[in-house]
């Protein structure tokens, strides 16, 4: 028994087709983790929006090793988010045509074009975030050079600075843009964006605000592996540390390989001290940590560090006592968590 996705089905897929219907040019982000669904399955739901008529012709993946679990899943262009390098293999014929590269240097654009003449480029700038991408004198020179997607911006998730430096990396680089492709504005900013150029293609490239977007579809569950009654004093755990008090040790799945870690210290103790706890992954003490396991409504605390496939939980005396298969939820960040099984219904 496992850690398991529960996907209302008809939620979460009139959501994605809610965010495509009022989202022009969308372009689906399929990277890392999935999301916590895998690359794979978002790859067919993309597709399945694209049958629709929703517009989405170009799905997004973050490397290019990312690139063969999606592109027998989704049958159109496939844009890889990070910059090329001339590290980066040489694609399968099959595959060149599909794919469109970030580029975000000049050395990098020559490179590529004399390898693969018929290349698609985006042109990256770079923005305030600072990770990748051409300068603005950089990226005339890239625009002036050749065949090209489009230019693309990655902008800091704080919202609200956004449009006046998409409006600023407009004006540098003139009418000679084509599309732009951006991530994290709002509808509204989109919109002003669009009214304001209208000849101006815009791609908003979008992972969490569509795969994750409502967060009432979807639900993360462990199951109850075993449950022990424990006395106080009672010695448990790799460790041999002894209970505080008597109530029930509760095994549930999920563990260190699922991405379930140690996070929100309660208890006594300077937030430093808690804090370097955390950091060393090790308790001094029974119940310092609270695990993101609910059981009897509350959120429960680690009986001793999680182990890389299940955790082990105090759960006090009074406290209702789950039994062996009951499934319990668990709060986790999707996109650092890898479920066993996702269960669409
Ligand atoms: C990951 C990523 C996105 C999508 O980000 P979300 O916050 O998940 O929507 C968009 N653009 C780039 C360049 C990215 O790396």
């Known amino acids: 028994m496992s850690l398991t996705l529960a996907v209302d089905g008809e939620r979460w897929r009139g959501h994605l087709r809610s965010v495509a219907a009022t989202t022009p040019g969308l372009v689906p982000v399929a990277k890392g983790n999935g999301y916590g669904f895998g ?42 988010l990070t910059p090329w390098r001339p590290w980066v293999a040489d694609l399968d014929p099959g595959l060149a045509r599909r794919v469109v590269h970030t580029v975000g240097r000049l050395d990098d654009l020559a490179a590529l074009r004399e390898r693969d003449p018929a290349a698609r480029v985006v042109l990256e700038r770079l923005t305030s975030m600072k990770r990748h991408g051409f300068s603005g004198d950089d990226l005339r020179t890239a625009l002036a050079s050749g065949r090209h997607e489009g230019v693309a911006v990655h902008l800091p998730l704080a919202a609200g600075a956004h449009l006046p430096e998409v409006e600023r990396l407009l004006g540098e680089a003139g009418n000679t843009i084509g599309a732009l492709w951006v991530s994290h504005l709002t509808a509204d900013e989109l919109g002003r964006l669009r009214s304001a150029y209208p000849s101006l293609v815009v791609r908003p490239r979008v992972g969490t605000a569509l795969w994750l977007g409502d967060r009432d579809a979807l639900q993360v569950t462990a199951t109850v592996l075993d449950v022990h009654p424990v006395a106080r004093g009672e010695a448990y755990g790799y460790r041999g540390r002894r209970a505080p008090r008597a109530g029930h040790l509760v095994v549930v799945s999920g563990g260190t390989a699922h991405g379930i870690g140690l996070e929100a210290p309660t208890g006594q103790g300077s937030v430093r001290a808690r804090a370097a706890t955390v950091a060393r992954g090790s308790l001094d003490a029974l119940g310092r940590v609270r695990s993101p396991f609910t059981i009897d409504g509350e959120a429960r605390l680690f009986a001793e560090p999680p182990h890389m496939q299940a955790s082990m939980l105090f759960l006090p005396a009074g406290a209702r006592v789950p039994a062996v298969g009951d499934r319990v939820p668990v709060r986790v960040r999707f996109t650092a968590t890898d479920v066993d099984r996702v269960e669409i219904t």
């Open 39 to 80: 690359r794979g399955r978002l790859a067919r739901k993309a597709q399945w929006l694209a049958d629709q008529g929703l517009g989405v012709d170009t799905l997004a993946v973050g490397t290019y090793e990312e690139l063969p679990e999606v592109a027998s899943r989704f049958a159109g262009s496939l844009l890889v």
